[in-house]
């Protein structure tokens, strides 16, 4: 199979009759670690194929970008996480019997090709805070594919150092943070109370995995979680599911909604909350 008609039947097909619906439908992208398996060129083909698809919005491995039909109130802002932690220390993830987070000094081997090399890219986490600061949106939300919390239980050292990064700024100025990585479907709020970063409302954390490879949530690893960080609170997960999240944002609220798909095929509704 070449590369023209698997990205075809990847990126193109599934979402045709959706792009049908509206003149304005468009899909944010951003680089996943499976992305970055084979080399620089094979992710950089990839935002090649976006930057030319009516379909897509992808111009860099990071951006910020507002939806049309918004009226500039929501404003996006893509990193690319792999380039992060390639650009990190990240340890192995091994948890204690109780669930609890295990401290070695076991290092991973960083992804080659996802090390940064351009002046920006080594300075992605100083873009995001000044982008973020200088944003006049209502709602700011950051989209990434390693979330900052999770319920797996397989990549909490993945998840701390991408919150060492940039959590500092999201929690000051973001409202949410999009992530999947996890094949669940979670929904946290961050107090961001252990920075001394006074919000209005929590941050809203939201895990869309569940459409690939089904994954359990590791419940001793939740408990452990639950007292070890106070300030992130956990009001749904659930795994060994196929589903999606739904987020529909007004001038009110950003409401998510979290579903699954039946082994029939009909979608149910899991979960909603409103911030």
Not at 107 to 115: D, G, L
Not at 261 to 270: A, F, R, S, T, Y
Request: proline fraction near 4%; include cysteine.
């Amino acid at each position: 199979v070449d590369d023209a008609k698997r990205f075809d039947d990847i990126l193109s097909a599934p979402y045709e009759k959706l792009a049908a619906l509206n003149d304005d439908f468009k899909v944010y992208a951003t680089l996943g670690n499976h992305d970055w398996h084979t080399s620089r060129a094979g992710a950089m083909a990839q935002i090649d194929y976006m930057r030319q698809h009516s379909m897509y919005y992808m111009n860099d491995f990071f951006y910020r970008a507002i939806p049309p039909g918004t009226n500039g109130d929501v404003e996006l802002f893509v990193v690319d996480t792999e380039m992060l932690l390639a650009s990190t220390s990240v340890k192995d993830a091994v948890l204690n019997a109780d669930g609890s987070e295990k401290e070695h000094e076991k290092y991973k081997t960083p992804r080659a090709a996802a090390i940064p090399q351009t002046n920006g890219e080594k300075n992605m986490v100083a873009w995001l805070e000044q982008a973020l600061s200088q944003s006049k949106a209502k709602y700011k939300i950051i989209l990434a594919h390693h979330p900052f919390w999770s319920a797996g239980g397989g990549k909490f050292e993945q998840a701390r150092s991408i919150r060492a990064l940039i959590r500092p700024s999201v929690c000051k100025y973001a409202d949410a943070y999009f992530a999947g990585h996890e094949h669940t479907l979670e929904v946290y709020l961050d107090s961001c109370s252990d920075l001394d970063i006074e919000r209005e409302k929590p941050l809203l954390q939201l895990v869309s995995g569940a459409a690939g490879k089904q994954r359990s949530v590791h419940s001793s690893y939740v408990t452990a979680q639950d007292e070890a960080y106070p300030e992130r609170q956990l009001l749904f997960a659930e795994g060994g599911i196929f589903g999606f999240a739904g987020v529909n944002v007004s001038s009110e609220r950003v409401q998510v909604t979290l579903h699954s798909v039946e082994p029939n095929g009909d979608i149910k509704k899991l979960f909603d909350y409103s911030l």
